[in-house]
């Protein structure tokens, strides 16, 4: 009855496990023939399936739009956009997959750090080409600004530039009118002394002079002498220095015309402004100068990075589930069976070596056996060897004496 209801069981929860959530469970890294024992997983692998392709298609979106602000180009933005998608796939995928529940969260921190490092940089790298797509129209309009101030730049350069051609020239022609007033000082210091005594002389014929009587009387008449006089001062003036003032008016006439055949540099000009470089610098510039944007701004950013960590977040604070601990026992067999089997193949290898050195040590005993009696042998020979010598050297001795024997007492006496 218990094993019916068990199986009734397994074929609900295998109903569970199909179509859209098998799909997320495999995406999450989930073993499917573990997770259908644990039915209450189900719901929670499945979510963490699909943020993971929200973050691949948020990626995705992401590096279309970075690819056609630079190229322009709908086409390759959509096929870069598609590649950089599923790479961020594979990457989350294997994060959340790889990261496995230990029995203590500061056990699960060595592990948790580094693909949480990893997580921030897939984040920021989705949330940059985001940022300047939503903000696409003020950063429009800042690019212009940065185009305009580029303009006035180059038209600033170019002005320095020609002024820097034509500031020697100025200096000489302002030497030569400086001198050329100098001449001109007396004439025309005398000019405006004729301009008043002729006012005075027409009030004075008006009755409005000193006399206050009208017509030409003596006082007229002196003051058109004076006239006369200083008129005559002036022209002889005049005269004397026009050749001066002719040389001075040509010089300042031949420098206009070297001015003028300078010709003054165009400033550069500023092309479309469309790169991702400008549109950071637009951006940035936009959150300098209104915090309502930095603040938007920053809000985007911590809203990708939370939907890119989430998945890191939720199986870091999620207690550990049954799943998990299934996971766990298996891991845990695994180990000892491969253990085992290191055991076993030690001891193996441990066997042959003893079985080599027993080989070994009676080759060894039997090879000093045979040594000692070769040994033995040598012995025994060099023993007949020796006694037969003295055998014969004292044969030898004795037919000697016999030959000779007072010679042999008289040399060994």
């Given at each position: ?45 499945a ?5 993971i ?6 990626a995705a ?49 060595p ?59 100025n ?19 005398l ?12 009030n ?12 030409d ?136 070596i ?46 000697e ?13």
């Amino acid at each position: 009855m218990e094993e019916n209801i068990q199986e009734q069981n397994n074929r609900e929860f295998a109903t569970r496990l199909t179509g859209v959530n098998k799909i997320l469970c495999r995406i999450a890294g989930a073993d499917l023939t573990i997770l259908i024992q644990c039915p209450a997983e189900i719901s929670r692998i499945a979510r963490m399936g699909a943020i993971i392709i929200s973050t691949a298609v948020l990626a995705a979106c992401s590096m279309f739009f970075a690819i056609q602000a630079v190229t322009q180009s709908s086409p390759a933005g959509f096929t870069v956009g598609l590649i950089w998608g599923g790479v961020i796939f594979l990457l989350d995928s294997y994060i959340i997959a790889s990261y496995k529940k230990m029995a203590s969260k500061w056990k699960e921190l060595p592990i948790v750090f580094p693909r949480l490092i990893l997580a921030l940089i897939l984040g920021f790298s989705i949330s940059i080409p985001m940022e300047l797509k939503v903000f696409s129209n003020e950063i429009e309009q800042e690019i212009k600004l940065i185009k305009q101030e580029k303009e006035l730049e180059n038209k600033t350069i170019a002005e320095s530039i020609y002024k820097k051609q034509i500031n020697p020239i100025n200096e000489q022609k302002a030497i030569i009118e400086a001198s050329l007033i100098t001449i001109l000082k007396p004439v025309q210091d005398l000019e405006l002394l004729i301009q008043r005594l002729n006012d005075s002389l027409i009030n004075e014929k008006a009755g409005k002079g000193p006399s206050g009587k009208r017509g030409d009387g003596p006082i007229v008449k002196q003051m058109e002498l004076n006239i006369m006089n200083y008129t005559n001062r002036k022209n002889q003036l005049f005269k004397n220095d026009s050749v001066t003032i002719q040389n001075y008016k040509k010089s300042i006439a031949d420098q206009d015309s070297i001015i003028a055949a300078i010709p003054k540099p165009d400033p550069e000009i500023i092309g479309s402004l469309y790169g991702i470089a400008v549109q950071l610098d637009g951006l940035k510039r936009l959150k300098d100068k209104n915090k309502d944007v930095a603040l938007a701004y920053w809000i985007f950013v911590l809203l990708i990075l939370a939907i890119e960590t989430s998945p890191l977040f939720v199986k870091f604070f999620t207690p550990k589930g049954k799943y998990d601990f299934i996971i766990g026992m298996d891991d845990y067999l695994v180990e000892l069976e491969q253990k085992k089997r290191q055991s076993d193949r030690h001891q193996e290898i441990n066997a042959e070596i003893e079985s080599y050195n027993d080989v070994n040590q009676i080759r060894k005993e039997r090879q000093n056996k045979v040594n000692a009696e070769i040994m033995d042998q040598i012995a025994t020979a060099q023993a007949e060897i020796a006694i037969r010598a003295i055998t014969v050297w004292k044969e030898n001795q004795l037919n000697e004496v016999d030959r000779n024997l007072e010679s042999f007492i008289t040399t060994n006496g």
